[in-house]
């Protein structure tokens, strides 16, 4: 049996390798050390965090404004499982849940942390909203957060660096080994298209109808490092040599160099699913982020199984339609070839996973999903706007007035916003 003193002399040397992991991160993540890549820290099989990139508003002509530092200063005075971070631009707040575990946990800490922000945005005489693009602010005036990351990236991407100036909500799902990690990346990355189409909500970008449901998604393909992860990567072996190969050639520094839709995230022992609009209202975050897990779930239960078709061709097919189209578009399922309304192909998944689940709340995620698809999706409800004679600066004065409020319970589908029809609850 280890002594009591054994036992103490081991946490001490863990907590010390976890300080020198952590130094390294921070520092390769920088560009002020070597390229670093931690171990994968394992985690329990579907534990979640959720992460919302927020814009930061003038309460007067609701274009962007640079308060996320004095919002930031206002929020670290508070005392919160939650934490709230800068971003590329000092227009940007993100937000990031504790460790989640089913829909009624990440329901009620979302709306604290919404309820939160709102306040301290108040306070500076800022508003804040959901979305994944703003319609009409230009790349050109935004400002990088002074931080050195930030500073870095500036000068490795050039004007890029503020054209990122775009909102998105990440999904970190626990895996509790690395091989596994790649594996479930692999699987969740074939369905990473309909989470675009569901979280479809800006159409508008640089102050014209971009003609796209989500205007977010072609700007992070401008990245060299964005993309999906090689099909040739089957273990968490493959990917270290992977990363080891492109740091040889200055290619990447850490985990953070890759914009892939969706990653390994091995300092949390999780994978990150990336490729969602921020939700008009922060409350849908938590049904489509318990979406994800439950996809990630059940193919943990199927071992050693891999897609059948990775054709990066097909993935950036449904991927383009995704963000064209929206809850409107066609998937094509690569198991079988066959297109399907992505509506459709939601709706049997929901179904499916409803009967496996053990998420006692994630019913009300169903609902919650369904709710997001009536009428076309989030980009449809901002369009029945300009239809209907909106401005751009009404378009964001709407998407603020919708984080502004709790949202109510899921609506009767007699009250759900059709095409053309404005957002209920929000004046036009």
């Given amino acids: 049996m280890p ?63 640079p308060a996320a530092p004095d919002i930031l200063r206002l929020l670290d005075m508070q005392s919160k499982k939650w934490v709230a971070t800068p971003e590329i631009t000092t227009s940007m707040l993100e937000v990031a849940t504790s460790i989640l575990n089913g829909y009624e946990g990440a329901a009620a800490e979302i709306e604290e942390i919404r309820a939160s922000v709102q306040r301290a945005a108040f306070q500076v005489g800022a508003a804040m909203s959901g979305g994944g693009a703003h319609p009409f602010q230009k790349w050109n005036e935004q400002r990088i957060y002074p931080k050195e990351r930030y500073r870095e990236s500036a000068k490795k991407y050039g004007y890029l660096a503020k054209m990122f100036t775009v909102f998105g909500m990440h999904v970190h799902i626990g895996i509790p080994n690395a091989d596994e990690a790649i594996r479930i990346c692999a699987w969740l990355t074939q369905r990473a298209p309909l989470f675009i189409a569901l979280s479809a909500n800006w159409p508008c970008w640089q102050g014209e109808d971009s003609g796209f449901c989500s205007a977010r998604s072609n700007v992070v393909g401008a990245f060299p490092m964005s993309g999906t992860l090689p099909s040739h990567i089957r273990t968490w072996r493959h990917f270290e040599e992977h990363f080891a190969h492109l740091a040889g050639h200055g290619i990447v520094n850490s985990i953070k160099d890759f914009y892939w ?29 318990c979406y994800a897990r439950e996809l990630c779930v059940e193919v943990a239960e199927t071992e050693g199984q891999w897609p059948l078709d990775d054709s990066r061709e097909l993935y950036a097919w449904n991927r383009f339609n995704a963000a064209k189209d929206g809850v409107e578009a066609n998937w094509i399922d690569p198991s079988t070839g066959v297109a399907r309304p992505v509506r459709l192909v939601v709706l049997d998944d929901l179904e499916r996973l409803a009967r496996r689940t053990t998420d006692p709340g994630f019913s009300q995620a169903c609902q919650m999903i369904e709710e997001i698809m009536r009428g076309g999706g989030q980009a449809r409800w901002l369009r029945s706007h300009i239809d209907s004679g909106a401005g751009m600066n009404d378009l964001s004065r709407v998407a603020s007035e919708m984080f502004e409020h709790p949202l109510p319970g899921p609506m009767p589908a007699a009250a759900a916003p059709a095409a053309g029809q404005p957002i209920a609850g929000v004046r036009a």
């Fill in 3 to 65: 002594t009591k003193l054994t036992k103490e002399t081991n946490m001490v040397d863990a907590t010390l390798e976890q300080e020198r992991f952590d130094a390294a991160q921070a520092l390769a993540v920088a560009g002020n050390g070597p390229a670093f890549l931690p171990p994968f820290m394992a985690s329990q099989l579907g534990t979640m965090g959720i992460e919302l990139e927020l814009m930061v508003l003038d309460r007067l002509t609701y274009d962007l404004m």
């Fill in 261 to 289: 839709d969706v990653r390994p995230k091995p300092e949390y022992g999780t994978i990150e699913l990336r490729v969602l609009d921020t939700p008009l209202h922060p409350a849908y975050a938590a049904a489509l982020a």
